[in-house]
């Protein structure tokens, strides 16, 4: 079983601010989190698919 990664998890891989993610969530932007009571939590596999799914070429 995969571990779930936390908010703070996936900024620090993406090496982009927390506040950064949420802003993304608003904007249905990013990768996709799911609510686990208050907390927000993302499927490790699931952020790295979205990262590699990015262009190379866009700037």
Do not use: H, Q
């Not at 936390?6 to 891989?13: E, G, I």
């Not at 506040?19 to 699931?46: F, H, I, Q, S």
């Amino acid at each position: 079983m995969n571990p779930l990664w936390t908010v703070d998890d996936v900024a620090a891989y993406l090496k982009v601010p927390v506040k950064t993610l949420y802003d993304w969530r608003t904007r249905d932007y990013g990768p996709k989190g799911k609510r686990v009571g208050k907390y927000l939590r993302y499927k490790a596999e699931e952020v790295i698919a979205w990262f590699e799914s990015l262009d190379p070429e866009a700037a």
